[in-house]
């Protein structure tokens, strides 16, 4: 079997409806590289249009890429690709989780798992190197991850990691996630496994990744990526003055201080100064615990941890003895919207607490464990909005019957306790009465329920789409850039490549003399400051898509990479985008330029809009798919878009950044469509050929 470094060589397949298992080669996708490319190119090639997510037709794509395993900083993403339930159509999505299963997959001797069919009875996958079976789970199905996650080791071992659903999954509820590690969560894709009669995925590998490239190679390499990296989403200063620093940004998530300790260590352990050129502090950096719940959590950290092989550790590990009153573990983890996303039920706040900021930490870290137990998703904290709108406009008790009503503790929700987030998840999860729908997703629950043009074109309820997805980094992260980027996608736009740069922590001049020479002049706008669309914009857009889709095919965590600045005021805080192309040269031995690599990715977000093409059977983006909801535009009515203090954008300048960007991306300017001659150009001929038969093609 032919194979280069960085790859195992091998895609596992399984079908699940016969129980036959079998290998194929990972170099017949090369072109591809793998996670979320060899995702879209089987989706493409096997997955026929109106396949629904949950019928026994679609196909999960479990992927990791060259990278995981090798030890590069931050490399163990696991990328699924498959239908996603929450969009009218079922259009082609990925969801991601980080963790130690990608590279346990790999050490295990395979790059990519493919599941099609679905099974008779619940089953769950075991791997274990060369050796895999479907083993019985009627005995898991219907347990919480936590449970069922335990299981899978009791028989593997403590070693083997696992990828699960809860109940959520089972139950096929759309906004269902798989979770790996119990706390790193992909969402969107637990209900698909679920269609499946798929529980988990337990994995255990004693093999190893090879690496083609010579020693000292790779050692500068490691030693050069060390000295850009920063913190937690790339951010570069600290969050308060150090001494070492020449800036700092309240937002940074740079926290590492002198006297600032995880708390519940034992003995407590100071995070301390942590300057960026002492490799062996890199983990302090990042106290996120803080961050997240502010100062009260120190005294309940434990520790942070997060995924292999990576130095920056962003999931706060608490011990809050709290949590026991309410019949759960003292003990949870978790980081960013995990824990903000359970407040978005508690609309009237949190009970009183006499230690300031402890009751909305309980009430977060209570809603965490519970939806992450249950395999519940937040879809980027739009179920709280979903329900915030019902309840608030009266409308569940037009829609609940009143016996349902009723029985709805809305008692505890008004006097902001944590046990009413107990109830509400058990409800979606195991799909209770007709306010279970709102783990349907916004564009299901909202048209089932009537919602009002207020719900869809209302800044504080964050519908960016249509399709019903909301907001995530757009348009007050780079204007139109971040709107760009959000209009691309089937989901929220899991795209942190803009807000890794704008969110550096780096004053605005500095930034916008590294944009400048990186995308062009105009590339970035003060904040709240911004300027009409230019070229620049359009190709800073284009590079955030392009680096996104690669790191999750190489794979590696967006939230870090790509490394556009460094802290180091001895390289005047510059930092090397051709980072992934020169490991991609050593770790696989095929040598490939930064362009090249880029080239990589351009097809595969092609081919994403191409299955987005087929999958809503127009050829009409700019019409059908890259709609903006109108309170973007109409936010701030007492000031002009391109005016000081607002992010309010402009209906026309936005079509023109459409435009640029269609034509940045070789796609028609009129449709957003991708046409002949750039399908062709990426090695698509067969996409065209299918797209020009079904009318799919732009003239």
Known sequence: MSRLGGWTGKILRINLTT??????????????????????????????????????????????????????????????????????KHLISDSHMGGHFASELKYAGWDVIVLEGKAPDPVWVRIEDERVTLEDAGRMWGQGIFEATAAVNSIMGRDAHVACIG??????????????GTSHSAGGHGGVFGSKNVKAIGVKGTGSVLVAGDREEWKQLDSEIMAVIGSNNQHVVPNSPQPWAE?????????????????????????????????????????????????????????????????????NQLHI???????????????????????????????????????????????????????????????????????????????????????????????????FLIDIYHRIAYKQGEISHIGDGTYWAATRWGYGDDFWHSEPYAVWSPLGFPRHHAHETAAQ?????????????QCHTHVNFTGSGLPTDLQREIAEELWGIGALDG??????????????AKQSIIRNLLHDSLTLCNWMWPMQVS??????????????????????????????????GERMFTLHRALTVRGMGTMDMRNEHDVIMDWVFDMDPDKEPFTPGTIKMDRDDMQ??????????????????????TLEGLGLADVADELEEKGLLPA
């Open 321 to 419: 003895p709290k949590l026991e009153e309410y019949g759960y573990s003292a003990n949870v983890a978790n980081t960013c919207v995990g824990w903000f996303s359970p407040g978005g039920f508690m609309i009237k706040g949190f009970y009183e607490s006499e230690v300031e900021g402890e009751a909305a930490m309980v009430t977060r870290s209570l809603g965490a464990q519970v939806a992450d137990d249950l395999g519940v998703w937040c879809n980027y904290m739009q179920i709280g909005r979903i329900f915030r709108y019902g309840y608030e406009n009266g409308i569940f008790k037009e829609v609940l019957s009143e016996e349902e009503y009723n029985d709805i503790p809305w008692d505890k929700m008004e006097a902001g306790d944590p046990a």
């Open 567 to 600: 802290p180091l005021k001895a390289r005047n805080y510059r930092g090397n985008t051709a980072l992934e192309a020169k490991f991609f040269s050593v770790v696989t031995g095929e040598h490939k330029t930064e362009e090249e690599l880029d080239l990589d």
């Open 19 to 88: 129980g036959d298992i079998w290998t194929q080669d990972t170099m017949e996708y090369k072109d591809f590289i793998g996670g979320m490319g060899i995702g879209y190119k089987v989706m493409w090639d096997e997955v026929k249009e109106g396949v629904q997510a949950f019928d026994p037709e679609n196909k999960i794509i479990v992927g990791s890429g060259p990278f995981s395993g090798t030890g590069i900083p931050a490399s163990s993403r696991t990328n699924i690709t498959s239908l996603l339930p929450t969009t009218e």
């Open 656 to 677: 023109k950044a459409l435009t640029m960007f269609y034509e940045e991306m070789g796609w028609d300017p009129d449709t957003g469509a991708p046409t002949r001659a």
């Open 167 to 180: 109940p959520a999954g089972e139950n096929q509820v759309p906004m269902s996630v798989v979770m790996t």
């Open 247 to 315: 800036f700092h940004h309240p937002r940074s998530r740079w926290t590492g201080r002198p006297g600032l300790y995880w708390g519940a260590a034992d003995p407590p352990v100071e995070t301390g100064e942590c300057h960026p050129e002492d490799k062996n502090s890199v983990g302090f950096r990042c106290h996120k615990a803080v961050f997240d719940h502010g100062p009260v959590a120190e005294k309940h950290t434990v520790r942070m941890g997060g995924c292999q092989s990576c130095p920056i550790r962003c999931h």
């Open 527 to 540: 904040p709240q400051n911004y300027t009409a669309m230019n070229r620049s914009k359009a190709v800073f």
């Open 481 to 493: 850039v971040g709107a760009l980027i959000n209009c691309m996608f089937n989901r929220d736009a």
